[in-house]
């Protein structure tokens, strides 16, 4: 895991870069931040890996990291994964904010990027990018176990409500509000998007919270059944027939994506979601599908659409997207192009998914 070791470097090298601020623009701080890791990781990498011809370095995926659904980890490495999580969460070795968490650190970025994480073409690599940042700091973490996605196939037919996953994580209360039983009960979250500036957090600790519901318009929202009655092969069967990358990333980003986010509700609604434990294991199971989809048509690297930046003076641009594309996420992981993380073994990613949906095995290098 070259990110762990990278990380660890930068969190070395960067810890002494922090800075508190209650409402957050990060250009600032991450462009001083910036200043000060490029001279001191940059040979550190070179030392270990051959450069890229991008510049970056590159990996050989000679032991790929498994990645299996949460029903397959064994129960030592679900208490593992929980409690490096609720260690992820702790206050104290934030890059980026005085006293926050790694997990405030995912949340500014995630938050910070929202229009270029989301609703264009880079949802797919930018998060598959983004799992790959958690994974290393949940190893940074103590996390030795494998990689895990909520298989949706597992749940679909008795009620996602009644989800097994819900016994692992706890479940609402019924009403909305703070995370009620299971090991995530009293979970604190330290950002909350800025709804007035998109882009800004605002420093504010608070309960993670959750409101299960099928139907988001109802007044009073119902709990329901978190749209079970969406979830069922045929709509498996669509994303896997997409007949190009623009339709499927569309499709994922707006049926199971969105549906799931307002299905669980509460954070999980809100680009603080990163701090619900349910938000990563539902992207890898995106990333599966996406991944499926790649396999069965033995397109890796098919990219298209579009890609919105947000400059530093608050404007919004779009651009054709490209697989040189740049993902970079403040200085919190390799500054890398989409081409990077395309392929689940080359570039910069290393894993393989115990299953892939359609029957199909993960093979190839
Ligand atoms: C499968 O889900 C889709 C929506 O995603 C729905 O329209 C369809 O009726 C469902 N099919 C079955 C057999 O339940
Ligand atoms: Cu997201």
Redesign the pocket.
């Given at each position: 895991m070259v990110g762990s070791h990278l990380f660890v470097v930068l969190a070395a090298v960067l810890l002494a870069a922090q800075c508190a601020a209650k409402t957050t623009s990060f250009w600032p701080h991450i462009q001083a931040i910036e200043a000060r890791s490029v001279a001191t990781t940059v040979p550190d990498l070179e030392a270990r890996n051959p450069p890229l011809a991008n510049g970056h370095s590159s990996v050989k995926c000679t032991h790929p990291m498994q990645r299996v659904s949460w029903y397959t980890l064994t129960d030592a490495e679900r208490a593992s994964w929980t409690s490096s999580f609720r260690q992820l969460s702790k206050p104290g070795k934030s890059i980026f904010i005085k006293g926050g968490s790694f997990m405030d650190d995912l949340t500014l970025v995630h938050i910070g990027l929202q229009e270029e994480l989301h609703y264009n073409s880079c949802f797919l690599p930018c998060h598959s990018a983004f799992l790959r940042a958690f994974y290393s700091l949940m190893r940074v973490s103590g996390y030795q176990g494998r990689e895990a996605y909520w298989d949706i196939e597992h749940d679909w037919t008795h009620g996602i409500q009644n989800a097994a996953l819900w016994r692992s994580l706890g479940t609402d209360d019924g009403k909305g509000g703070p995370i009620p039983n299971g090991p995530f009960r009293g979970s604190h979250c330290g950002l909350l998007p800025n709804t007035k500036k998109p882009g800004y957090s605002v420093y504010k600790p608070h309960p993670v919270t959750r409101h299960f519901n099928g139907d988001w318009n109802a007044k009073p929202p119902a709990r329901g059944d978190m749209y079970t009655?969406?979830?069922?092969?045929?709509?498996i069967n669509?994303f896997l027939a997409a007949p190009d990358y623009a339709t499927l990333r569309r499709s994922l980003e707006d049926?199971i994506h969105a549906w799931m986010h307002q299905a669980i509700g509460g954070e999980m609604w809100l680009f603080s979601a990163t701090c619900e434990p349910a938000f990563w294991l539902l992207h890898m199971e995106i990333d599966r599908i996406w991944r499926s989809w790649q396999h069965l048509h033995g397109t890796y690297f098919q990219y298209a659409g579009h890609r919105r930046i947000r400059h530093k003076d608050g404007s919004t641009e779009i651009k054709v997207a490209s697989l040189d594309d740049p993902i970079d996420f403040y200085g919190l992981f390799e500054k890398v192009t989409v081409r990077d993380v395309m392929h689940p073994r080359r570039g910069i990613m290393c894993f393989r998914y115990e299953h892939l949906y359609n029957n199909q095995l993960d093979t190839g290098r």
């Amino acid at each position: 895991m070259v990110g762990s070791h990278l990380f660890v470097v930068l969190a070395a090298v960067l810890l002494a870069a922090q800075c508190a601020a209650k409402t957050t623009s990060f250009w600032p701080h991450i462009q001083a931040i910036e200043a000060r890791s490029v001279a001191t990781t940059v040979p550190d990498l070179e030392a270990r890996n051959p450069p890229l011809a991008n510049g970056h370095s590159s990996v050989k995926c000679t032991h790929p990291m498994q990645r299996v659904s949460w029903y397959t980890l064994t129960d030592a490495e679900r208490a593992s994964w929980t409690s490096s999580f609720r260690q992820l969460s702790k206050p104290g070795k934030s890059i980026f904010i005085k006293g926050g968490s790694f997990m405030d650190d995912l949340t500014l970025v995630h938050i910070g990027l929202q229009e270029e994480l989301h609703y264009n073409s880079c949802f797919l690599p930018c998060h598959s990018a983004f799992l790959r940042a958690f994974y290393s700091l949940m190893r940074v973490s103590g996390y030795q176990g494998r990689e895990a996605y909520w298989d949706i196939e597992h749940d679909w037919t008795h009620g996602i409500q009644n989800a097994a996953l819900w016994r692992s994580l706890g479940t609402d209360d019924g009403k909305g509000g703070p995370i009620p039983n299971g090991p995530f009960r009293g979970s604190h979250c330290g950002l909350l998007p800025n709804t007035k500036k998109p882009g800004y957090s605002v420093y504010k600790p608070h309960p993670v919270t959750r409101h299960f519901n099928g139907d988001w318009n109802a007044k009073p929202p119902a709990r329901g059944d978190m749209y079970t009655a969406h979830f069922n092969q045929s709509i498996i069967n669509t994303f896997l027939a997409a007949p190009d990358y623009a339709t499927l990333r569309r499709s994922l980003e707006d049926n199971i994506h969105a549906w799931m986010h307002q299905a669980i509700g509460g954070e999980m609604w809100l680009f603080s979601a990163t701090c619900e434990p349910a938000f990563w294991l539902l992207h890898m199971e995106i990333d599966r599908i996406w991944r499926s989809w790649q396999h069965l048509h033995g397109t890796y690297f098919q990219y298209a659409g579009h890609r919105r930046i947000r400059h530093k003076d608050g404007s919004t641009e779009i651009k054709v997207a490209s697989l040189d594309d740049p993902i970079d996420f403040y200085g919190l992981f390799e500054k890398v192009t989409v081409r990077d993380v395309m392929h689940p073994r080359r570039g910069i990613m290393c894993f393989r998914y115990e299953h892939l949906y359609n029957n199909q095995l993960d093979t190839g290098r």
